[in-house]
């Protein structure tokens, strides 16, 4: 319920005459109101950096200033859930904004100048074009950056009007630019929080006074009507092994169900390890050992086999360790230690030895193990102790990518002649046509270090 209603004035052509209408009396439409009334700025009040925020025609018009923080335009009132719609526009490439949703702001950080922080839907005129991704400003970082909705990258129009429409209702967010869906995020970490503006930092004295622009900002809270998306658009959750009703209508399942080891067994054996490995409080976890590859308690793999797949899994590593994540495990080499496959590497790679070994970085995080090195930013890299999103995509005509939290880091053919060159330098050269069977089960591997696992997903590709 909004505890304020925010003042509107429209005027209705009939003819040749005009009427305007009271004030005093906000406009509603299907239960939306409006945040801006297009004349002054009740409701709202700059926070943070110093940029300016003037109305000009009916618009909100944030100028950037040079040497001053990100600058937030944030409504006083807070709210639950509710479907937001606004127009943006960006006329330059460095003017780098968004909205904040169920935003925080804590005024006593950074020595009284305040501190915005919290969900952002993004507007990102770079090359990159990110717009309508999900940022958690000043906490998290990127949520869901566009590489995992590539196809909503053209969304957004430099130099014209965007409409945005962003829906937050319980623990979902979902968002479309000019109706092309976007982000679809599920999070719990804010309920409740102010709408913002933002007018984003420059680094270069020679883009002070680029401008953003804002119109038609309108909200509903009450008898909400969810949108639902209507293509197969990536869903990153953050909670604990569960899928939303559009996952499973695509053909998403768990590969973990949080409480047991079902689907699961030990690798060249029948049942599932009695020691080492378990479940509590929805996480799988293998204890930390020896150190050793797959001596202790053993790796576990999937009863099921694969071919085309889009596996996704959330890791945490502890300080040092060393583990992986394998796929076309056909358990028919009969070698000691790990059994053999494609491995999604997972490794502390400032701790462990293993990141200095191999070639050319090949045997670090998000790598294709001895194979190909995961070209990624220390930005986008979870310290030890925190969840780490991992993703590896199969295609049916055997192209494969790895993600890391939401960026492709490779991508590569199998069996093709670039793949069998690289094998034929590897340790897998032994192995007759290794890493090309047609199917194969998805390994977790002990490698003697304590790793946690959750959210494994996976979905058939056809």
């Known amino acids: 319920m909004l505890k304020k209603l925010y003042p509107i004035c429209f005027i209705l052509l009939l003819g040749l005459t005009s009427q305007t209408c009271n004030s005093e009396d906000p406009v509603e439409e299907d239960g939306w109101v409006s945040l801006f009334d297009g004349q002054s700025l009740d409701g709202w009040k700059a926070v943070m950096g110093k940029a300016d925020f003037e109305i000009k025609d009916g618009e909100i018009v944030g100028t950037a200033v040079y040497g001053t ?18 127009e943006l526009k960006i006329n330059h490439i460095s003017s780098n904004s968004g909205a904040m949703i169920r935003g925080q702001f804590d005024e006593a950080a950074r020595d009284g100048q305040g501190l915005v922080y919290g969900y952002q839907i993004e507007a990102d005129p770079s090359e990159r074009a990110w717009s309508g991704g999900l940022y958690d400003e000043a906490r998290r970082g990127w949520l869901y950056p566009l590489e995992l909705n590539p196809e909503a990258k053209s969304a957004f129009k430099m130099g014209e009007w965007n409409k945005y429409r962003i829906e937050a209702i319980g623990n979902e967010i979902k968002s479309w630019i000019n109706g092309q869906e976007v982000a679809y995020v599920v999070d719990d970490m804010d309920s409740r929080g102010f709408i913002g503006l933002q007018v984003h930092s420059i680094y270069d004295e020679a883009h002070a006074g680029e401008k953003t622009y804002f119109r038609n900002i309108r ?45 699961w067994k030990g690798a060249y054996r029948a049942d599932f390890p009695d020691k080492g490995w378990h479940t509590k409080d929805g996480i799988l976890m293998v204890e930390a050992s020896d150190g050793s590859e797959s001596m202790s308690f053993g790796d576990i793999v999937t009863k099921d086999k694969f ?16 583990s992986g994540v394998k796929y076309f495990v056909t358990l028919s080499e009969g070698n000691k230690g790990s059994a053999i496959g494609l491995e999604y590497q997972i490794l502390d790679d400032k701790r462990h030895p293993d990141a200095k070994n191999g070639r050319d970085g090949n045997r670090t995080l998000a790598s294709l193990y001895d194979l190909k090195t995961a070209d990624k930013q220390d930005r986008f890299v979870k310290k030890p102790g925190e969840w780490n ?17 939401g960026v492709k880091v490779l991508e590569y053919v199998r069996g093709s002649e670039e793949y069998r060159d690289l094998v034929s330098q590897s340790k897998y050269k032994v192995w007759e046509n290794f890493g090309e069977a047609e199917e194969g089960h998805i390994l977790l591997q002990d490698h003697g270090d304590e790793v946690k696992f959750k959210n494994i997903k996976i979905k ?3």
Request: charged share 25%; glycine share 8%; aromatic share 16%.
């Open 69 to 86: 923080p990100n600058t937030f335009l944030i409504t006083e009132e807070t709210f639950e859930d509710f479907i937001l719609e606004f």
């Open 307 to 322: 071919s085309a797949f889009d596996l996704s899994f959330d890791f945490n590593f502890s300080e040092g360790a060393n």
């Open 219 to 263: 909200i509903q809270t009450e008898n909400l009507n969810p949108q639902p998306f209507e293509g197969d658009v990536f869903v990153v959750n953050t909670g604990f092994n569960k899928l939303t009703d559009y996952e499973k209508e695509n053909g998403w399942k768990l590969l973990f169900d949080g409480e047991s080891s079902e689907g």
């Open 389 to 405: 999103h991992g993703r590896i995509v199969v295609y049916p005509d055997n192209k494969v990518e790895h993600y890391l939290n």
């Open 460 to 462: 058939e590709l056809k």
